[in-house]
């Protein structure tokens, strides 16, 4: 079966600085790797996917993630961190079960943001 | 906005009783899913269903149950209610192929007293 760590619990960071949340994942095949974020009140919001190809990611509001397989990571990045990027952010690996989606969360990192 | 709706949003009930969460997935969607979001356990995939079949179990007891009707859109039953059970439940839904971009409701937060 599949897991998922995130390592860190809460991290703070300043306005403007760069970031980067950790994600390691256990699975036997090729991982589909996912970055979700969850803003106060909302529901989960996908910022990037990985399922092959060209191991640095691309997603929405400025980040990015790399897929190092030797380390079994996918770590999430952004250059400089806006006060809207507070929020809880999860990493998730899913199967490769054509029509399964079904997707294993880490338990989340809290990003906080100091002016 | 994702697109997918769940009701209610807030609801409190008492210990033994049985509540009826709703989600309604994006237009088009087949797949819907339902997770549990709690302090201590983080985001517990439950089931998901396909097309108005059950595709896929995961932590889910066996005082809940789940549907996916002809609409598409899926009731997730919990019965018996227990402390333990007081959570935010999230639906999700994604299209057909194998994508594994889910979309999520906003949730509905149970608080069993």
């Known amino acids: 079966a599949q897991s998922v760590t995130q390592p860190d619990i809460h991290i703070t960071v300043s306005e403007g600085a760069s970031l980067e949340l950790r994600c390691n994942y256990s699975y036997g095949a090729t991982p589909y790797l996912f970055w979700y974020v969850q803003s106060p009140g909302q529901g989960l919001q996908l910022l990037l996917k990985y399922f092959s190809g060209d191991t640095l990611v691309q997603g929405i509001k400025g980040f990015e993630a790399e897929f190092k397989r030797s380390q079994s990571s996918f770590n999430l990045r952004k250059p400089s961190v806006h006060w809207s990027d507070a929020a809880e952010y999860f990493c998730a690996v899913g199967t490769t079960n054509f029509g399964n989606e079904k997707l294993t969360f880490g338990t989340g990192t809290r990003l906080t943001i100091i002016p | 906005d994702s697109g997918v709706t769940q009701t209610p949003k807030h609801l409190i009930t008492a210990t033994g009783q049985r509540v009826t969460l709703r989600c309604s997935p994006r237009?088009?969607?087949?797949?819907v899913y339902w997770y549990q979001q709690s302090l201590d356990q983080g985001l517990q995939f439950l089931i998901q269903?396909?097309?108005?079949?059950?595709?896929a179990k995961g932590n889910i007891l066996e005082r809940f149950s789940a549907q996916q009707f002809p609409d598409l859109h899926s009731e997730l039953n919990l019965s018996s209610l227990e402390l333990g059970d007081s959570a935010l439940y999230f639906c999700?839904?994604?299209?057909?192929?194998?994508?594994?971009?889910?979309?999520f409701g906003e949730g509905s937060r149970l608080t069993v007293l």
């Open positions: 237009s088009g969607d087949l797949s």
């Open positions: 999700a839904s994604s299209v057909e192929v194998n994508t594994g971009e889910l979309f």
């Open positions: 269903y396909y097309n108005g079949e059950e595709r």
